[in-house]
């Protein structure tokens, strides 16, 4: 066990570090940690329209089952507390502000990036914020040139004036009501979580472009005299000019050479195999594996990862999310049930993903990383050490919350070797088990993001969308890791009795 200790400590922990201190992916992880605000306000409101739009719904279903509470709410026989007048107006509230949030994260998200990653360059952040917005706005597919061309396509109009060419009144009508009426506009669906991996890269292009010419001082200077706030405007502008006409220019080549905008590109050739790559069982149980060993060794495995973590796997939870509030928790199973469960399986476009970030809080991480509430029960039942004691009955209310750092640093478990095998192994058999009964049809995948200091049992029951099997599913996981944790801390007894010999 030492041999394997010091060999990672020497060969793992140092590219652990490096990746840590990259500053790139340190920017990158502080801008998932930045958007938190946003997206647990988006989540709440989707959580307040689920409870309101399903209970006492979903207890029906429960008593009923599926089948008979979708008759009964086809048939106006389903109450919910979307009848009653107070509720429907908290529930028409909640969809403002999810339509602020997570309707729009993508935006959110590229502002968030900017700012960081120009502040991980040490220059003006809020106009690197300001350059990754308006490079994620700039690869937006343009409405209008989608109508003209359909248009066109009907004889409505000719694509060089602009002007009317059809022979039957109704495309004449069509052309000139589209004429009178349009607006500019852009492809508002591509500002949610699909547009992570154009922000990402395209982002970064415009940032660094833009950071490097302020470090090289190719700025316009403002006298002294001039106000500091107008003076650091100043200073940005040919660095954001050069650039957004750079990422300007990549974006009208490959249009221009494709005839597809870039981020349909992005999303299909790059995002989309990443996504169908991590719902592979291989896949998921590797980032749960180095969650745990950079954990052991005191580096904040989540954050590490986050690149993955939230970049893979979170637009696929705000996928999911989008998703059940159109067809709710009976049309999820009739995906699930159809096999609509990846891209190449959709049905009518849609599909269910069954493996998302907020899988791991519900059915593997409870009490934080690793899983470790059920460590802290087992100390309680079972250990004789005076410290372990102390630090378990301090570890419990905060593990309640997912919150375990009292435990992974105050017992510790953080490079102690006794606890190494089951800090690693028992996040594993919990993925397991919940990927097992997720992907055999016995739980609803997880389609909505619970705040993740949402307790254990209760967290996988709201975020399966309420379905109680979720309930099962965790009590199986915590008594699973409960007996791997149990002969390790009794071990741990004996260890310190061997010492006080």
Same mark, same amino acid.
């Given at each position: ?180 009426? *349009? $607006?500019?506009?852009?492809?508002? &669906?591509?500002? #949610?979580?699909? =547009? ?7 982002? %970064? !292009? ?117 998703? *059940? $509030?159109?067809?709710?928790?009976? &049309?999820?199973? #009739?995906?699930? =049930? ?7 399986? %959709? !049905? ?130 915590? =008594? ?22």
């Amino acid at each position: 066990m030492n041999g394997i200790t010091a060999w990672m400590e020497k060969y793992l922990v140092p590219v652990a570090a490096k990746i840590g201190s990259q500053k790139h992916l340190v920017a990158l992880r502080d801008a998932f940690i930045g958007m938190l605000p946003a997206t647990l306000t988006g989540a709440m409101a989707t959580l307040i329209s689920a409870i309101i739009g399903t209970f006492p719904g979903a207890l029906q279903q429960m008593i009923q089952g599926p089948t008979k509470a979708a008759a009964a709410t086809a048939a106006g026989t389903g109450w919910t507390l979307a009848n009653t007048p107070v509720f429907r107006e908290l529930n028409n509230i909640s969809a403002i502000v999810n339509q602020g949030t997570l309707t729009v994260i993508g935006l959110i998200f590229a502002f968030s990036w900017g700012y960081n990653l120009a502040r991980a360059y040490g220059v003006n952040d809020l106009a690197g914020g300001i350059v990754s917005v308006a490079t994620l706005m700039m690869g937006l597919p343009n409405q209008f040139a989608r109508f003209t061309t359909a248009l066109t396509s009907i004889g409505g109009m000719d694509k060089t004036t602009g002007v009317s060419k059809a022979n039957d009144a109704v495309n004449t009508v069509l052309s000139n009501q589209f004429i009178a009426t *349009w $607006k500019p506009g852009f492809a508002a &669906g591509q500002l #949610d979580a699909g =547009a992570y991996f154009t922000v990402m890269i395209m982002g %970064a !292009i415009a940032v660094i472009i833009y950071s490097k010419l302020m470090l090289a001082d190719i700025t316009i200077k403002m006298p002294d005299s001039v106000p500091p706030a107008v003076s650091k405007a100043f200073l940005a502008i040919i660095p954001t000019i050069a650039a957004l006409y750079v990422v300007g220019i990549i974006y009208y080549i490959v249009n221009q050479i494709s005839g597809e905008s870039l981020i349909f590109l992005i999303q299909k050739y790059l995002a989309a195999p990443f996504q169908a790559m991590s719902q592979n069982i291989i896949s998921v149980l590797i980032a749960t594996l180095f969650v745990s060993i950079f954990w052991f060794f005191g580096i904040h495995g989540p954050n590490v990862l986050a690149p993955a973590l939230d970049g893979i796997w979170g637009p696929l939870g705000l996928d999911n999310m989008s998703l *059940w $509030k159109q067809i709710h928790t009976n &049309g999820i199973v #009739d995906l699930v =049930a159809k096999g609509a469960t990846s891209r190449a399986h %959709a !049905i009518n476009g849609e599909y269910v993903n069954m493996w998302v970030r907020g899988s791991w809080d519900a059915f593997a991480w409870f009490g934080g990383s690793g899983g470790t509430i059920t460590l802290v029960i087992a100390l309680m039942v079972f250990t004789k050490r005076k410290d372990y004691k102390i630090v378990s009955r301090l570890g419990l209310a905060p593990g309640l919350f997912n919150i375990n750092e009292p435990v992974l640093f105050g017992l510790p478990v953080v490079l102690n070797a006794i606890f190494f095998i089951p800090f690693v192994i028992a996040p594993l058999v919990a993925v397991i088990i919940a990927y097992a009964a997720t992907m055999l049809h016995l739980v609803n995948p997880v389609v909505l993001q619970v705040p993740w200091v949402t307790p254990p049992i209760l967290n996988a029951f709201m975020a399966t969308g309420f379905d109680w099997r979720a309930i099962v599913v965790t009590v199986i996981n915590l =008594a699973a890791t409960f007996f791997i944790w149990m002969p390790f801390v009794i071990a741990a007894n004996k260890l310190e009795e061997t010492d006080l010999d």
